[in-house]
């Protein structure tokens, strides 16, 4: 590393902390996209909460912190005349490439909740009647059910001796072979 030689120490602490850290950031970058990735994130597969990787101190946020200090400071070492403030702005930065990673990886993780629909969570729920009930298991009609934010047209009966009809808001009491036994709200 002979173009070191020439800069002043700290040009050359920040040069001696960023190329092997992103040396280290491009190598761990290419195993988490082969597949090799240190498995930091986990899902309870049961309820769908997801449990962040908001651990403080790991690896993955040493690297990133070191990431974002070391190239602000060489970035703007000949801009910020003050070194004082070039390190405390190397620092906020390293910080905030810390932030940033927190956000992408809860988006990432938000992608992979299973958010399936199942019949089952229908239950006790709230729906407007979009093609008339027939009274007393007759008949069936149609509902619309919005569940985790999704509309779901579904089929109803009823136990009631009168009709319910179009437009009338019901609640989910039973299920019954996949169709949904309502009465009126």
Known sequence: MNFLENYEPLLKAFW???LPVSLFFSLQTIMTFVGLSDGETDMDSDTGDVEMPFEIFTLRNLINFLLGFSWTGISFYNTIENKTILIVVALIVGLLFVAIFFMLIKQILKLSENN????????NQTAQVYLTIPAE???RGKILISIKGAYHELDAMTVSS?????????KVVAIENNVLIVEKN
């Open 116 to 123: 399936s629909f199942k019949i089952e969570s229908t239950l």
């Open 162 to 170: 009168e009709k319910i009809l179009s437009n009338t808001s019901v």
């Open 16 to 18: 001696y902390i960023a």
């Open 137 to 139: 298991k007759s008949g």
